[in-house]
């Protein structure tokens, strides 16, 4: 185990489509973050688990969204009836406390 | 909710020089504030962070400095090289949740 894996690396949808998302985080961290990143800017808070538990989602995190981290191990990011506005790359990051170690992301393109 | 400003947005030195980068914080319960380094295409990887009871930390070529009575906190990077040359982000946190606040991102470039 050499880090967050995230999967897929890249994902083109059609807008209306559903997508999902997984993340595999460290083995040993309980805490998992999922982040939104859009060309140029600094990633976006979205949701935070810690073991098994979602404590704190973002205002950014629509009904559309929804996530998951059952056992607490992986997590999946579901996006409903995708926007072109949902184009972005999604970062996934864990930790034990503080000084995450975060995924190469999930691009994902909706046309 | 706490807002982070950065700057510049992009930096140019010579090979050798050093580079500042500064950001401020609104929120003052910020407690933990660490700096990523993102080269194209890659991951965000943490490459330093201080805590608020620290004024300064210092690790080979990296420093980071706190002010927490004006909230603002700033990355030092001395004899920069070309492998330098990224986007760095600043962010701040309170609370254990440790999420974090990002700012928008200072793209430097290290001319040889």
């Known amino acids: 185990d050499t880090g967050v894996s995230q999967d897929p690396r890249h994902k083109i949808t059609k807008r209306g489509q559903n997508v999902t998302f997984r993340c595999d985080p460290i083995s040993e961290h309980n805490r998992l973050y999922w982040y939104r990143q859009t060309l140029g800017q600094g990633p976006e808070f979205l949701t935070y688990f810690q073991n098994e538990a979602q404590l704190e989602k973002s205002r950014l995190l629509s009904d559309r969204f929804s996530a998951e981290r059952p056992k607490g191990s992986f997590s999946t990011l579901e996006i409903q009836r995708t926007e072109q506005g949902d184009s972005a790359m999604y970062l996934c990051?864990?930790?034990?406390?503080?000084?995450?170690?975060f995924g190469s992301g999930t691009r994902l393109t909706v046309v | 909710g706490e807002n982070v400003e950065q700057h510049p947005s992009t930096l140019s030195v010579q090979e050798g020089d050093s580079a500042v980068i500064k950001c401020t914080y609104s929120d003052s319960a910020s407690n933990y504030f660490p700096w990523y380094k993102q080269e194209l295409g890659k991951r965000p990887q943490l490459i330093i962070d201080i805590r608020s009871n620290v004024g300064e930390k210092k690790d080979q070529r990296i420093a980071v400095t706190l002010n927490k009575t004006a909230k603002h906190f700033s990355l030092h990077i001395t004899e920069t090289q070309p492998e330098d040359s990224a986007v760095y982000f600043c962010?701040?946190?309170?609370?254990?949740?440790?999420?974090?606040?990002f700012g928008k991102g200072t793209l430097l470039t290290v001319n040889p």
């Open positions: 990051a864990s930790s034990l406390i503080e000084g995450y170690t």
């Open positions: 962010a701040a946190s309170g609370g254990s949740n440790y999420k974090l606040t």
